[in-house]
C-alpha cells in the first residue's frame, strides 16, 4: 500500500510514466493505449483526491522532491487552493479521456499513440504547474503543457496547422514573459522558491525590478489564459483542434493560467504588493469588463457552434480575473470558485460538441438540427451545462456568479456587475438559439405532425461522460457552500 | 404559532417532478400515462390540504432542505398566503388534466408525452414557489416554471410558436435575470439574508432612492405578472394549445409572478416600510395604468383567446393594487382575487378550448348564435365572465368587494373609480360574446340549431370550474380565512 505521504508527487509521476509507457505499449498494439491512459489518469485522480482530504484534515502539504530541502530543491506545497485545482484538472483530463474513444479512432486513426501519449503528458503538464511551489519548475511544466498542446491541435490538419503555428508564437511570448519575470525575481531575491520569495519580497517592493517582474509574470499568465485583449490566439486553435484536444484543453489550459495567475498574486508577490503597491486594480477590473462584455458580443456573432465556445472562454476568463482583481473577498472566493465550475462546465459543452462533430461531421450551429428528438438525454445533460453558462439555480455556475457579483458590489466596481449580468442575458440568448434551433425540426412549419424521428442518443462511452458531468455541475452548485468553507476561504489571502 | 417541521411543502412540489419518470416511460401508453399525472395531481392536493389544517389553525409548516451557502437556502415554508395559492394551483391541476385529455385527444396532437411531462414540471416549480421561504428559493423555482413552459407555449412547432416563444422568453428570462437578480443579490448584500418575514427584512437598512429602485426593479422584473410595459409576452404566449394557455396563463404562471410581488412587498420590503415611505401611491398608480388599458386593449380583440389574455393582464394588476393599498382590506381583496379569478378566468379558457374543439373558430365575430349549438359552454362562460366582472353570485364579486372596501380603508378614491371604471370595461368586452352567442336572429346564426357539445373530458371539468365560480360566492373558504390570516401575518393584526 501506498503511504498517503506519497500521494502528492504520485498525482505527477504517474501520468509522466505512464506517458513513456503508453507511447511503448501503443508501438505494440495501439488498442493498450485507451485503457492505459485511462488507468494512468485514474491514478493521478485518486492521488489528487487523497491529497485533497488529507489538506482538508491536516492543512497545507508540502513535499520536498527527491528529499531536497528548500530553498535548494524543487518543492511541491499543497494548500487549500491547489488541492482543489488539482482534483479538477485530473478529474476533467480522465473524464475527457474517457469520452476520446470515438473521436480519436474517428479523426486520426494512425496516430492514437501519438495522441494518448501527448494527452498524458499534457495533463502532467498541467498538474505539474498546479501542484508546484517553484516559481523555475512551473516553468518548466508550463512549456512541457504548451509543446504537447502545439502539437495536440495540430493534429486537426489544414487550418488547425496554421491556428497552431499562431498559438505557438504567441504562446511562446507569454511562457518567455513568465521566466524574465521569474529571472528579475531571481536576481533580486536568489530564490525560485515561491514562499521564499515571498518572505524576501517586502523589503524591495519599491524596487523598479520586482514592478517589472510582476508585470512580466503577470502578462504571461494573461497571455497564456488569452485575457481580453490578449486572446486573439485562442478561438482559431480551439475551434480547429480536434474534438478529443479541445475537451482536454478547453477546460482546462485557461484555467490553470487563471490558478497561476492567482498563486503569482497572492503566493509569490503577495496580496499587498498586488492591490496597494502596483497601480493596476481598477485597470484589470476595467479590461475584465471589456473581456466579458467583448467575448459575449463575439460569441452572439457566430454561426459556427464550437467557436462561439471559444467565445465565451475568453468571456469567462474576464469572470475569473475581474473577481480576483476586485480585491475583496467575495470577489476571490468568486473567481477560485469559478475556476472549478467553469471547467466542468466548459467541458460539458465540449464533450456536447465533440458528440456533434461525430454525429454529424461538423460543428455548425445548423448542425444542431433537431437534436431534441434524436438525443434526448444528451440534449438534456447539455441543457444543465447550458443553464449553468447562463446562471440558473442550482446549477454551479448561479453560485460562482454569486459570489463574483457581490464581490463586486462590495468593491463598488458596477461597471463589472453589469458585465456579468449582460453576459448572463447574452448566454441566455445564445443557449436558448441553440435550443430553439435542436427543438424545432429542420422543416416544420406545418404544425409539427412530422414523421416519427428514431432516437440515435451518441454512443454510450460519449454520453456517459457527459452524463457524469451534467450531474456534476448540479452538485458542485448544492456543495458551493461546502467547497467555500472548506477550501476556498482559506485560499483567501487574509486581511482583504 | 405552532411551527411544525415536516417534509411535506417539499414532498407536494416534487411529486409531480418525479411523475415526470413514468409519464415519459409509459409515453406508448396514453392512458397509463395520464394515470400517471392524476395519481400525481392526487397526491399533490392531498398533500396539500394535509397541511391545511396545521395553517387554517395559525401554524406553518417549514423545511429546510438544504443550506447552500451561509443565508442562502432551499427552504420551504406553507403559510397562509403560500397555502392559498398552492391549493389553488393544485385543485386546477388536477381539473386541467381531465381538459387536457379532452383537448389533446380531440385535436390529435402531436407530442403528447412531452406535453404531459412538462406540465407536470411546471406545476412542481408553481407549488415550489408558492412553498418558498425565502426569495432564492422562489426565484430558483420562478426560473425552473419559466424554463418548463417553454416547450408548452411552443408545443405547435411552427413559426408562429417559434415567434411567440422567443418573445416569451425574452420577457420572462429577459427581466428575471436582468432585474430581479441583480435586486436580490443587492438585498442579500445589504442585509446578508433572504427570508420572508412579517415585517420585512429591508427597513432601515439602506437610503428611500435604494428602496424604491429595488421596488421597481422586482416589480417590473417579475414579469409574470405582466404589468405594463412587460406584459408583452402573455398575448404572445396565446399560440399555447388551450388547457396550457387555461392552466398557466391564467391560474399558475401568471399568478406566481403576482405572487411574488406579493411576498416581496409583504416579506422583503415589508408594509410598514412601505407605507412609511409613501410608496403604495406609486404601485397603485403602475398597477391602475395597467388594469384600464389592458382593459381597453382587450375591448378590441377579436382573437377569444387574446381578448381573455388581455384581460388577464388587467385582472392581474387587481391583485398588484391590491397589495399596493396596503390597507388590511384592500389586501385580503389582492389575495382572494388570487383564487377567484382564478376559477373564473380558468373556465372562460375552458370555454375558449371547447368551441375550438367542436367548431374550429378562434375568433368572437365568427361565433355568432354559438349559444344554440354549445348552450352548456356558453353559460358556463356567461358565469366565468360575471365572476372576471364581479357580479353576484360568483366568487368574483367577493374579491372586488374586499378591494372596493380596501380604497375607502385606505382613502384612494381615484383607486375606487379606476376599479368601478374597469368592471364596466369587463363587462363591455365580455358580455357582447355572450349576448351575440344567443341572441341572434336565424340568418345571423352562424351554427345550426342543433346542439353539438365539445368532448364530455372538454365540458365537464369547465362546468366544474362554473360551479365553484358560483359556490364561492356562497362559501369562499377556506380562501378567504387563509387571506386574512396571510394579512393578518404581515400587517401585524
Known amino acids: ?332 472566493t468568486g473567481a477560485i470558485l469559478h475556476i472549478v465550475n467553469d471547467a466542468v462546465m466548459t467541458l460539458c459543452l465540449f464533450l456536447f460538441s465533440a458528440i456533434v462533430v461525430y454525429k454529424t461531421k461538423g460543428h455548425q450551429l445548423s448542425n444542431l438540427e433537431g437534436m431534441f428528438k434524436k438525443m434526448p438525454l444528451t440534449m438534456t445533460a447539455f441543457a444543465v451545462g447550458a443553464l449553468s453558462m447562463i446562471g440558473v439555480p442550482p446549477t454551479a455556475g448561479f453560485f460562482s456568479k454569486w459570489y463574483l457579483i457581490l464581490g463586486g458590489i462590495d468593491a463598488g466596481q458596477w461597471q463589472f456587475v453589469v458585465a456579468l449580468l449582460f453576459s448572463s442575458l447574452v448566454n441566455a440568448v445564445l443557449f436558448f438559439r441553440i435550443f430553439e434551433i435542436a427543438y424545432y425540426e429542420p422543416h416544420s412549419d406545418h404544425h409539427g405532425h412530422s414523421a416519427p424521428v428514431a432516437i440515435d442518443e451518441a454512443p454510450m462511452s460519449m454520453l456517459l461522460p457527459l452524463a457524469v458531468v451534467a450531474v456534476a455541475i448540479i452538485m458542485l452548485g448544492l456543495y458551493s457552500g461546502e467547497i467555500v468553507t472548506t477550501f476556498i476561504q482559506h485560499a483567501v489571502p487574509a486581511g482583504i | ?255 406566481v409572478g403576482v405572487f411574488s410581488i406579493f411576498r416581496i412587498l409583504t416579506g422583503i420590503f415589508g408594509v410598514d416600510l412601505l407605507r412609511t415611505l409613501g410608496l403604495g401611491e406609486t404601485l397603485c398608480v403602475i398597477a391602475s395604468i395597467t388594469i384600464l388599458a389592458a382593459s381597453l386593449i382587450a375591448l378590441s380583440q377579436d382573437g377569444l383567446k387574446r381578448r381573455l389574455a388581455f384581460s388577464t393582464i388587467g385582472q392581474l394588476s387587481y391583485i398588484v393594487l391590491g397589495a399596493a393599498l396596503l390597507s388590511p382590506k384592500g389586501m385580503v381583496g389582492g389575495l382572494l382575487h388570487i383564487a377567484m379569478h382564478a376559477f373564473g378566468k380558468i373556465t372562460l379558457f375552458f370555454c375558449a378550448g371547447a368551441i375550438f374543439v367542436a367548431t374550429g373558430k378562434k375568433n368572437i365575430s365568427e361565433m355568432v348564435g354559438i349559444g344554440k349549438r354549445m348552450p352548456v359552454t356558453m353559460i358556463a362562460f356567461l358565469i366565468g365572465s360575471m365572476s372576471v366582472i364581479g357580479i353576484p353570485p360568483t366568487g368574483g364579486f367577493i374579491s372586488k368587494w374586499h378591494l372596493l372596501l380596501g380604497t375607502l380603508e385606505a382613502d384612494q378614491l381615484p383607486m375606487l373609480v379606476v376599479l368601478l371604471s374597469s368592471s364596466l370595461l369587463n363587462a363591455a368586452y365580455f358580455l357582447p360574446v355572450f349576448y351575440r352567442a344567443f341572441f341572434c336572429t336565424a340568418e345571423e346564426s352562424l351554427f345550426p340549431a342543433k346542439i353539438e357539445e365539445a368532448p364530455a373530458w372538454c365540458v365537464a371539468p369547465l362546468v366544474l370550474t362554473a360551479l365553484i365560480s358560483v359556490g364561492l360566492f356562497f362559501n369562499p373558504q377556506p380562501f378567504l380565512r387563509l387571506a386574512e390570516m396571510a394579512v393578518q401575518f404581515c400587517v401585524g393584526g
Request: glycine fraction near 8%; hydrophobic fraction near 55%; charge should be positive.
Open chain 2, 1 to 255: 404559532m405552532e411551527t411544525v417541521v415536516s417534509i411535506k411543502p417539499l414532498l407536494a412540489s416534487l411529486v409531480s417532478l418525479v411523475a415526470v419518470i413514468p409519464i415519459v416511460l409509459s409515453g406508448k401508453r396514453p392512458n397509463l400515462r395520464e394515470g400517471w399525472t392524476f395519481l400525481a395531481g392526487l397526491i399533490k392536493l392531498g398533500l396539500v390540504v394535509s397541511m391545511l389544517p396545521v395553517v387554517l389553525a395559525g401554524g406553518t409548516v417549514q423545511y429546510t432542505l438544504w443550506e447552500v451557502l451561509p443565508g442562502l437556502a432551499i427552504a420551504f415554508k406553507a403559510d397562509a398566503m403560500g397555502m392559498l395559492f398552492a391549493l389553488i394551483a393544485a385543485t386546477l391541476w388536477l381539473v386541467t388534466s381531465a381538459y387536457s385529455i379532452g383537448y389533446m385527444r380531440g385535436l390529435h396532437e402531436h407530442s403528447q408525452t412531452r406535453y404531459f411531462s412538462f406540465f407536470a414540471v411546471a406545476l412542481s416549480a408553481t407549488i415550489g414557489v408558492a412553498f418558498a421561504a425565502n426569495l432564492f428559493t422562489l426565484y430558483l423555482f420562478y426560473e425552473m416554471l419559466s424554463l418548463a413552459t417553454y416547450p408548452l407555449v411552443t408545443h405547435h412547432q411552427d413559426g408562429e410558436a417559434r415567434a411567440s416563444g422567443r418573445k416569451y422568453l425574452t420577457f420572462i428570462l429577459g427581466t428575471s435575470i436582468g432585474l430581479v437578480l441583480p435586486a436580490m443579490l443587492i438585498v442579500y448584500s445589504l442585509t446578508g439574508t433572504l427570508d420572508f418575514t412579517a415585517a420585512g427584512i429591508l427597513s432601515g437598512t439602506t437610503t428611500k432612492t435604494v428602496i424604491v429602485v429595488l421596488l421597481l426593479m422586482f416589480v417590473f422584473g417579475f414579469a409574470k405578472a405582466g404589468i405594463m410595459p412587460m406584459h408583452g409576452w402573455l398575448p404572445a404566449a396565446m399560440v399555447a394549445p388551450t388547457p396550457v394557455s387555461a392552466l398557466l396563463h391564467a391560474v399558475a404562471v401568471v399568478k
Open chain 1, 1 to 332: 500500500m501506498i503511504s498517503p505521504e506519497q500521494y502528492p508527487v504520485l498525482i505527477v509521476v504517474t501520468p509522466l510514466l505512464s506517458a513513456f509507457l503508453i507511447n511503448i505499449l501503443g508501438n505494440m498494439d495501439k488498442r493498450f493505449c485507451y485503457p492505459a491512459t485511462l488507468l494512468a489518469l485514474a491514478g493521478s485522480l485518486a492521488a489528487a483526491v487523497g491529497t485533497l482530504c488529507r489538506v482538508a484534515n491536516e492543512g497545507v502539504i508540502h513535499y520536498r522532491v527527491g528529499g531536497w530541502p528548500p530553498p535548494f530543491g524543487i518543492e511541491y506545497v499543497v494548500d487549500h487552493l491547489n488541492a482543489l485545482v488539482l482534483v479538477v484538472v485530473a478529474g476533467v483530463a480522465l473524464v475527457a479521456a474517457v469520452a476520446s474513444k470515438r473521436s480519436v479512432e474517428e479523426e486520426f486513426p494512425h496516430k492514437i499513440t501519438q495522441f494518448y501519449t501527448l494527452f498524458v503528458l499534457l495533463t502532467t503538464g498541467l498538474l505539474g504547474m498546479t501542484i508546484t511551489g517553484d516559481a523555475f519548475n512551473l516553468y518548466v511544466l508550463m512549456e512541457i503543457a504548451a509543446l504537447t498542446n502545439y502539437a495536440l491541435i495540430a493534429m486537426g490538419g489544414n487550418r488547425a496547422l496554421m491556428a497552431s503555428f499562431n498559438y505557438v508564437v504567441v504562446g511562446t511570448i507569454g511562457a518567455c514573459f513568465y521566466l524574465l519575470g521569474v529571472g528579475h525575481l531571481y536576481i533580486m531575491t536568489g530564490s525560485l522558491n515561491m514562499a521564499d520569495i515571498m518572505t524576501i519580497l517586502p523589503s524591495l517592493y519599491g524596487t523598479n525590478a520586482i514592478l517589472v517582474a510582476a508585470i512580466l509574470m503577470l502578462l504571461g499568465a494573461w497571455i497564456k489564459m488569452a485575457f481580453f485583449p490578449l486572446h486573439g490566439w485562442l478561438p482559431n486553435a480551439y475551434t480547429y483542434a480536434p474534438s478529443a484536444t479541445s475537451s482536454l484543453v478547453a477546460p482546462l489550459m485557461t484555467k490553470v493560467s487563471v490558478y497561476i495567475m492567482i498563486r503569482v498574486m497572492f503566493s509569490v508577490l503577495g496580496a499587498t504588493y498586488v492591490f496597494t503597491v502596483l497601480p493596476v486594480k481598477e485597470l484589470i477590473v476595467w479590461l475584465a469588463t471589456a473581456a466579458i462584455v467583448g467575448g459575449s458580443l463575439f460569441a452572439l456573432s457566430q454561426k459556427d457552434f464550437k467557436r462561439m465556445l471559444t467565445f465565451l472562454i475568453v468571456a469567462e476568463v474576464g469572470y475569473m480575473v475581474g473577481g480576483a482583481w476586485l480585491a475583496t473577498e467575495r470577489g476571490i
